[in-house]
């Protein structure tokens, strides 16, 4: 279930190019915008006026080795950049500060992804929220491609590494992510390549309104994904560029991962049937 289109259009703009099209923008910076659409990597977007504020969120812990990945390609017209920060004790903080000045920093009290998700999205200005893993595997240049799709309709823009194949991905990996996803497309109707993907877009306000973010267990992608479409969000799928994790290894067990994220699937298809 999904909201229609025509809800939508009265309250956001119906795409990218519509949005930058109006005599009240120069043409330069029309041009612009919409070349970005197509190749954002080799084309510097220039925002036009009244453009929504972009956060971007960034959850780190022990991340020095990676944090240098990332940062520093994070386009320049990004609103804000948040990191939040599990207690590192490897000087992940300090790195990050070095290379962006103007991120602001957060702790978490709280131990897990869930609550450091919770708190970013809580402190973030922006209207427009893109979640970034701080391990390397996502390219930031491709930010401005996640939130396209939310100016023609959608509320939520998620990432998948395995829409464009399967190499170069670790097997365990590749059969935890392969049974999540078949689980959520049974339970949910959808066809989606990727549920653990922490690359994703979307509208802040949107995703406070059905309480996306209410932490009660094992809340991270897969149970936010959920939730989303329980909620009846439009989500959408974006093919991502795969880099792999830039240094050491990933936090998250992969076989509890993958059973606490199908549990967490139709728990949260039980609820929505609850009302």
């Keep these: 279930m999904t909201r229609s289109e025509g809800t939508l259009a009265s309250k956001r703009p119906q795409g990218w190019a519509a949005f930058c099209s109006g005599p009240q923008y120069p043409r330069e910076a029309r041009q612009t915008a919409q070349m970005t659409s197509v190749n954002t990597e080799q084309t510097k977007f220039q925002r036009p006026g009244g453009f929504p504020k972009v956060t971007v969120v960034i959850c780190t812990l022990n991340e020095a080795s990676n944090i240098s ?3 520093p390609r994070i386009p320049d017209w990004i ?7 599990g207690n590192s004790t490897d000087g992940t ?17 709280k131990p897990g992804k869930d609550f450091a998700l919770s708190l970013g999205i809580q402190h973030a200005r922006g209207d427009i929220i893109v979640t970034l893993d701080s391990d390397g595997e996502a390219a930031p240049e491709e930010i401005a491609q996640f ?4 100016f023609r309709g959608y509320d939520f823009v998620k990432g998948s590494r395995f829409a464009r194949g399967w190499r170069n991905k670790p097997v365990a990996r590749i059969l935890g992510n392969w049974l999540i996803v078949k689980a959520c497309n049974a339970i949910y109707g959808t066809r989606f390549t990727d549920l653990c993907s922490g690359y994703n877009a ?6 406070e309104e059905v309480n996306l973010w209410h932490c009660d267990g094992w809340n991270y992608e897969p149970r ?8 009846g969000l439009r989500v959408t799928e ?6 792999g994790r830039f240094s050491g290894e990933s936090k998250l067990p992969d076989w509890r991962q993958g059973l606490h994220s199908v549990g967490s699937l139709i728990l949260e298809r039980l609820r929505s049937l609850c009302g």
């Design 69 to 71: 990945a990332v940062l």
């Design 79 to 85: 609103d804000e950049v948040l990191l939040v920060d």
């Design 93 to 109: 903080v300090q790195i990050a500060k070095a290379l962006l000045p103007k991120v602001h920093v957060l702790y978490q009290l």
């Design 147 to 150: 939130i396209e799709p939310l």
């Design 202 to 207: 979307f509208w802040k306000r949107r995703t």
């Design 224 to 231: 936010i994904i959920a939730r989303a479409l329980a909620a």
């Design 238 to 243: 974006l093919p991502q560029r795969y880099e």
